[in-house]
């Protein structure tokens, strides 16, 4: 447990942070996984769809320090090339 003032604030806010990034991280891997779901049923429209959902939510995460840059252009491109490969 934290002596100083400051560092008592810090915990508070930190917490705070914490559920906040978490959360947040979680809306990403749920677009995620929508696409992921609408891919493995064939359904390539609502899938372009998703993607560009899940687009939004990975490029807001790389911009707030979430994940890395290139852990998110992974992410966009692996399921970019999976959407790619439906068959419409």
Do not use: C, W, Y
């Not at 891997?29 to 696409?35: E, G, H, M, T």
């Amino acid at each position: 447990m934290p002596n100083i003032k400051q560092a008592k604030k810090r915990v508070v806010t930190q917490s705070f942070q914490r559920t906040k990034n978490h959360s947040f991280k979680t809306e990403m891997r749920s677009a995620v996984r929508k696409v992921e779901g609408l891919i493995s049923e064939d359904k390539k429209e609502e899938a372009q769809d998703a993607l560009e959902t899940a687009f939004r939510k990975i490029d807001k995460a790389v911009s707030k320090g979430l994940i890395h840059r290139n852990n998110g252009n992974r992410h966009k491109s692996r399921l970019h090339k999976k959407v790619q490969n439906l068959s419409a």
